[in-house]
Structures are given as structure tokens and as C-alpha cells.
């Protein structure tokens, strides 16, 4: 004997998957586009293309590195072979904040927070500023009893989930600008 669902649970289930997918099929038919979305010849999307034509200036330290390998994943998805035309410079810093203080001054808690500050500039002869902006992202980690080894891993882990923060932050802000301010053409 096969167990199967009553009737009335499968039509359930079957609203539920069609209601769900019902707002994404409307999206096309209210302007939204994937910023990612490829064309029907595989080409990458005007925004996605304008991201893989940024070079990224350095940025000091570690955690500076970190977000640089972030940023460079995620513009590098546009694609390659893509000429550079612009330059991102990046400030990027990471304080912390002890939380948590037992009366013994101990402390448990650990809250880290990046700041960055960026410009994109055009590769012109001026240099010109394009645009600009600021991420902020918090994170943290327990400090566990005598585990001084395990804190700094944890330390490493968190830097390393605020660079990528950052780079989402970053990567959002400069996709949302070429969407609105499309490159010129040669014949525009």
C-alpha cells in the first residue's frame, strides 16, 4: 500500500507553489531586471559589463586585501576582456569594540565594525569623480574562557564575513548606478 497525500493537501501544496512563483512571474511586467541577467547571446548586462571595467586601487592590510579579492570576484562576473575605465578607490577600516565586561574586567564579547569610504573615478586625463558612497557592517564573536587560540580564529572569520559584506555593499551601490546612468555609446 503507497502512502500518498489526500487530494485536498496536493491542491494545497500546488497554490502554495504557484502564489509563490506568481510575484516573480509579475516582476518583468513592473520595469525589474536582473542587474546580472544575461542577454540572449550570453553577453553580460550593460551594468555588469561597466563592473568588470573598474580597476581596483590597492587597499592596506590584510583586511584590505580580503576586500579587495571580494570586490575583484564579484566585477570580474561581468566578464573578461572587458577594456578598464574606471578606478575605485577604497578607505577601508575595521575597529573593535569590547562588550560584555565582567566585573573582573574580562571580556566576552567581541564587536568589530568596517567602514569604507569609495570613489570611482573616470580613467580620463581629469580623473573625474563618478560617484562615490560609504558601507558600514558590524559583526562579532564570544569570547570563550582561556580559549585565546579559538578567538583569534574568530576574529579572522569575522573580518573575512565583513569583507564580503562590504564588497555586497560596494558591488550594490555601483550596480544600481550604471543601471540609472547607463554608458554612452560611440553612436549615442
Not at 93 to 101: A, P, R
Amino acid at each position: 500500500m503507497q502512502d500518498h497525500a489526500p487530494p485536498l493537501l496536493l491542491s494545497r501544496r500546488a497554490l502554495l507553489r504557484a502564489g509563490s512563483l506568481a510575484p516573480l512571474l509579475a516582476l518583468p511586467g513592473c520595469g525589474f531586471s536582473p542587474v546580472y541577467a544575461t542577454s540572449a547571446s550570453g553577453d553580460p548586462s550593460p551594468a555588469a559589463a561597466e563592473l568588470a571595467a573598474i580597476t581596483i586601487g590597492r587597499i592596506p592590510d590584510r583586511s584590505g586585501q580580503e576586500l579587495s579579492e571580494a570586490l575583484q570576484e564579484r566585477f570580474n562576473y561581468g566578464g573578461v576582456g572587458i577594456a578598464r575605465r574606471y578606478d575605485l578607490d577604497v578607505n577601508y577600516s575595521i575597529g573593535e569594540e569590547s562588550v560584555g565586561i565582567q566585573p573582573d574586567t574580562s571580556v566576552t564579547y567581541q564587536r568589530v565594525i568596517a567602514n569604507a569610504t569609495w570613489t570611482l573615478r573616470g580613467q580620463d586625463p581629469q580623473h573625474t569623480t563618478i560617484t562615490t558612497g560609504k558601507a558600514h557592517a558590524i559583526d562579532g564573536y564570544n569570547f570563550i574562557d582561556q580559549q585565546f587560540f579559538d578567538s583569534t580564529l574568530e576574529d579572522e572569520k569575522v573580518r573575512w564575513r565583513l569583507s564580503r559584506r562590504i564588497a555586497d555593499m560596494i558591488t550594490m551601490e555601483l550596480l544600481g548606478y550604471f543601471k540609472h546612468h547607463p554608458a554612452k555609446t560611440d553612436d549615442s
